[in-house]
């Protein structure tokens, strides 16, 4: 939990750094989905984790939008996609590759919707969700790498 907090934190810092540059990535989100997966799937555990995003991007709704809990709405949406293709992948399927592209495929939708909703359309809006796609990518290399280790050492 202190590591999807420092993430959000994060997020929050270099949205404030780059105001009017780029939209940050979703840290927050992959982070979370993340520790959804990486755990075991037990409904508590994944329901903590669904209002924790909830609570997470009602947060920054509140910091950053105008239109409260549209975040926590799109994070949730995200998770639960997450969770239950996981869910119904079997054991030997799930691979960093699986988790790199649920977890990019929901970054990528979130970026939209966002998009769509806080931006005219225009060149600087489309430069602007174009750099976020684009500085998600390492996060989520990260991440990725990350689980591989975890599943190589337990063995799975």
Same mark, same amino acid.
């Given at each position: 939990?202190? #590591?999807?907090?420092?993430a959000?934190?994060?997020q929050? =810092?270099?949205? #404030?750094l780059?105001?009017?540059?780029m939209?940050?990535p979703e840290?927050?989100?992959? @982070? #979370?989905v993340?520790?959804?997966?990486?755990?075991? =799937?037990?409904?508590g555990r994944?329901?903590?984790?669904?209002?924790?995003?909830?609570?997470?991007g009602?947060?920054?709704?509140?910091?950053w939008?105008?239109?409260?809990?549209?975040?926590? =709405?799109?994070?949730v949406? +995200?998770?639960?996609t997450?969770?239950? @293709?996981?869910?119904?992948t079997?054991?030997?399927?799930?691979?960093?590759?699986?988790?790199?592209?649920?977890?990019?495929?929901i970054?990528?939708?979130?970026?939209?919707?966002h998009y769509?909703s806080?931006?005219?359309?225009?060149?600087a +809006?489309t430069?602007m969700?174009?750099i976020?796609? =684009?500085?998600? @990518?390492?996060?989520?290399?990260?991440?990725c790498?990350?689980?591989?280790v975890? #599943?190589?050492?337990?063995?799975?």
């Amino acid at each position: 939990m202190i #590591v999807s907090v420092a993430a959000w934190l994060l997020q929050d =810092l270099l949205q #404030v750094l780059t105001m009017g540059f780029m939209l940050v990535p979703e840290f927050f989100m992959l @982070v #979370v989905v993340y520790m959804t997966i990486s755990g075991p =799937l037990d409904e508590g555990r994944i329901s903590f984790w669904l209002w924790f995003a909830f609570a997470g991007g009602v947060l920054w709704d509140l910091r950053w939008a105008a239109v409260p809990g549209m975040s926590g =709405l799109i994070n949730v949406a +995200a998770v639960a996609t997450v969770f239950w @293709v996981w869910n119904r992948t079997p054991a030997g399927g799930r691979s960093a590759v699986l988790f790199a592209g649920l977890a990019g495929g929901i970054h990528f939708l979130s970026g939209i919707a966002h998009y769509f909703s806080w931006a005219v359309p225009s060149q600087a +809006a489309t430069r602007m969700f174009l750099i976020q796609q =684009l500085m998600s @990518v390492p996060a989520l290399v990260l991440l990725c790498f990350v689980y591989a280790v975890r #599943v190589r050492d337990q063995h799975v």
